[in-house]
């Protein structure tokens, strides 16, 4: 489960029967795409995680989605909801890690909060992306996104203790 490059690239490398789920459904749509393009076999759905419910899965996968929606942790909780057995794999901002990122940009829009200037300033740290248009995407994410949250592995191991599973 997780639209997106995971979904399609689990079942491309591992041949795994991916379900994969995402509200946007422009997302679903470009997902179906690079699908078609990889000849893997996704079921995509547009729905949202929240709502959404399905047949037991041995894994639910969810990485840069839960630290941006309203609730985080109950997010963690619906996606071993959703599994057979709690095996889940998530992705999620780590405090002490974003702290010094997020501290460097907060200073710098308080200098000047041009957005050429801080895709300008973004670009100096990250040089991974050849494609322009995907370094401006991860720019966006990472830098302009207007809502997200920090977590600790203290704080999310802690869910998996309160949890009982059908071993
Ligand atoms: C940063 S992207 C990561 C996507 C995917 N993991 C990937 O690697 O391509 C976050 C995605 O989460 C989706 N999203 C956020 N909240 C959601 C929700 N409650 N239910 C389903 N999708 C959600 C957004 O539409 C967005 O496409």
Redesign the pocket.
């Known amino acids: 489960m997780?639209?997106?490059?995971?979904s399609n690239s689990s079942a491309y490398y591992y041949g795994l029967d991916m379900t994969a789920?995402?509200?946007?459904p422009d997302?679903i749509e470009k997902a179906k795409e690079t699908s078609k393009i990889l000849s893997v076999n996704v079921k995509f759905q547009c729905?949202?995680?929240?709502k959404?419910s399905c047949e037991p899965k041995d894994i639910v996968i969810?990485?840069?989605?839960l630290h941006?929606?309203s609730d985080c942790l109950g997010?963690v909780r619906r996606c071993i909801e959703l599994t057979r057995n709690g095996g889940v794999f998530i992705g999620l901002y780590h405090k002490y890690a974003r702290k010094p990122f997020l501290d460097y940009f907060k200073t710098l829009k308080e200098e000047n909060s041009d957005e050429d200037f801080l895709f300008k300033k973004y670009r100096e740290l990250d040089g991974r992306h050849a494609d322009e248009t995907q370094a401006k995407s991860w720019f966006m994410?990472q830098v302009l996104h207007p809502y997200e949250t920090q977590h600790t592995l203290e704080e999310i191991a802690g869910i998996f203790g309160s949890m009982v599973f059908p071993y």
């Open positions: 997780d639209a997106g490059w995971l789920i995402d509200f946007n997302v729905a949202d995680l929240f959404f969810s990485v840069g989605v941006h929606t997010g994410d």
